[in-house]
């Protein structure tokens, strides 16, 4: 492997300090779960610099106010599978952190680091984008934020400046009728990347008529996105299994219209349309 420095920053200043003077010669190390298989991969590809924010507990945690969720990039994935204000305001989001990898992976992975990997298979984009979240990127000249549904330009390619890291996401609490649910499918039970993968959010009236419906598909399209179309099928009609159906199937028409026709569409049409209706199912 190519010799590189490792640097240890002790604060968020002094970790974009020296992310300036390297850019693109740096690479950000938080769990690894990612990066380390990429350097076996192509050790010769290695960056001038691998920069360890592991240690930056500024950059740990979740938090609440009285309207809004706050993450932090290296709150683990298993911290946030077992967060009970993650459990009691994005139930989504909770199911998805307890499918993602094995438990080893998820005491080491981040949430920061599969947003900012962008993997297709990125299981906790679905339920962020589906929650409306904004992430916050800083620099040594400032920071911004930006919605995540903005946040990737293509697979693998966040919108991140080189002298970026991610330093917040953070989403607005859904109303307390609001139901939602995640439902992957992997090759295994286990240890499995996502073929494909569904994150939904409904809420309904007092009357039953569905007020808010969110669909969010994940490697389904070149990059994630809802689904208006299947959503204002759904807005002012009551619940039910043939409104769902019907939901999937128009799911299943944009992937079509995304991707044309190549040889797994057999596969894929029929199981994101069913994926679909199973998590409307689950948040009826």
Known sequence: MRPFEYILPNSIQETLEVLAIYNADAQI????TDLLIELRKTPMKAPKAIIDISRLNDLKGITETESEIIIQPLTTLTELGSSPIIKKNAQLLHMAAHVIGSPQIRNRGTIG???????????????????????????????????????????????AQKNEILTE??????????????????????????????????????????????IVPGAVFPKWQRV????QLLIG????????????????????????????????????????RRALEACA
Request: aromatic share 6%; with cysteine; hydrophobic share 45%.
């Open 29 to 32: 190390l938080a769990g690894g």
């Open 113 to 159: 680091g599969n947003i900012m990997n962008a993997a297709a298979c990125a299981d906790t984009v679905p339920p962020l984008m589906a929650l409306e979240a904004t992430v916050k990127l800083r620099s040594v000249k400032g920071e911004r934020m930006t919605p995540l549904a903005d946040f990737f330009s293509k697979p693998y390619q966040p919108i």
């Open 169 to 214: 996401i953070r989403f607005p609490k859904l109303h307390p009728s609001a139901k939602s649910a995640f439902i992957k499918l992997g090759r295994r039970n286990a240890l499995a990347i996502s073929r494909l993968s569904v994150a939904a959010i409904l809420q309904c009236r007092s009357d039953g008529v569905i007020q808010v419906a969110r």
């Open 228 to 231: 208006p179309e299947a959503e």
């Open 237 to 276: 009609q009551p619940p039910s299994k043939d409104l769902f159906a019907k939901a999937g199937e128009q799911v299943s028409e944009m992937l079509i219209s995304f991707t044309g026709r190549r040889w797994s569409t057999e596969y894929k049409e029929p199981v994101i349309a069913a994926l679909v």
